[in-house]
């Protein structure tokens, strides 16, 4: 199954009027998060992990986005916002909410069409890092615009927000666009499955099952520890007692980012951080990898 594809870069032209100052921005957001690679692994988990502690499986019994509330989409925008500023490391700005080197930089967000942000009078000709979601088809767009006059529309609503025009979306540079971020594991397996994996008994086996069939699939560490229904939920995945146990003599390994990041390298896996993998190898090469390492017997 190939979850991931090219990410849609799409710099502004070398001649348009926001290039040098939106370049810039690009590159001071860039040595934030460790270069355009690092940035896109870690987006892998950025919108997947978010949208799972609102969905909060462990709590509410639900499963998917489908399920949650309006204000709790709403509060999604907040919470992108939020990470983003402990991901980048930067403090608030004064008006604004990042401040990205010398620059105030508003954040917006949309998980529906695809020009829903909505820019308040503060932000006009400011600088905006603009997200957009689609978690039905796992993608996301990540990017960064000045939110020029003559790039909104005309009309505000009651709170004086207004929206970028569809001419206007064209003065976007793309650091992603129509990119494939890790999607709801539970939209990728059917009811049957999901309702035999959790009923498959108590934590390390109900684990060892989601794994089992789920192989290939990344898993984000809070959907885990709601598989779990444990507070310790790692302990559930280790040997001794664990669903490592059970699946180790199978020769399925159980692969963490925090903890296996080189071998899952090695296999050509594409997780993002705080996710986990299972994986069976497919040659004697990746058999004796595994083994080695000791993941499986």
């Not at 001071?28 to 609102?54: C, M, N, P, W, Y």
């Not at 309006?70 to 509060?75: M, S, V």
């Not at 290939?216 to 229904?229: N, T, Y």
Request: glycine share 8%; charged share 25%; aromatic share 10%.
């Amino acid at each position: 199954m190939m979850l991931f594809g090219d990410s849609g870069y799409r710099p502004l032209p070398q001649n348009h009027v926001d290039h040098p100052d939106i370049s810039a921005l690009e590159a001071d957001l860039l040595t934030a998060v460790g270069g355009q690679e690092h940035f896109q692994e870690k987006l892998r988990s950025f919108f997947r992990s978010a949208i799972d502690e609102v969905i909060d499986t462990a709590r509410t019994g639900r499963y998917f986005f489908r399920e949650l509330e309006k204000t709790e989409k709403t509060y999604l925008g907040t919470k992108f916002e939020i990470l983003l500023r402990d991901w980048l490391q930067v403090p608030r700005g004064v008006y604004l909410d990042l401040l990205i080197g010398e620059r105030e930089v508003d954040v917006k967000s949309t998980t529906g069409g695809k020009s829903g942000w909505m820019i308040p009078p503060e932000a006009i000709d400011q600088f905006c890092i603009v997200l957009r979601v689609n978690e039905a088809a796992a993608t996301c767009a990540v990017g960064l615009v000045r939110a020029r006059r003559e790039y909104l529309r005309g009309g505000t609503n009651r709170d004086a927000k207004t929206s970028f025009s569809a001419a206007g979306t064209q003065n976007i540079w793309w650091l992603v666009s129509d990119f494939a971020y890790t999607p709801n594991f539970w939209t990728l397996i059917s009811d049957d499955l999901r309702e035999a994996i959790m009923s498959s008994g108590k934590g390390a086996r109900r684990l060892a099952a989601l794994f089992e069939h789920c192989i290939g699939l990344p898993i984000s560490r809070i959907q885990v520890a709601a598989v779990a229904a444990q507070d310790d939920f790692m302990k559930r995945i280790r040997r001794n007692q664990g669903a490592r146990d059970f699946l180790a003599p199978k020769g399925i390994a159980i692969l963490y980012s925090e903890n296996d990041r080189s071998l899952i390298k090695a296999l050509g896996i594409k997780v993002g951080y705080r996710e986990f993998v299972s994986f069976r190898a497919r040659t004697p090469e990746e058999f004796e990898l595994l083994r080695a390492s000791g993941h499986i017997d």
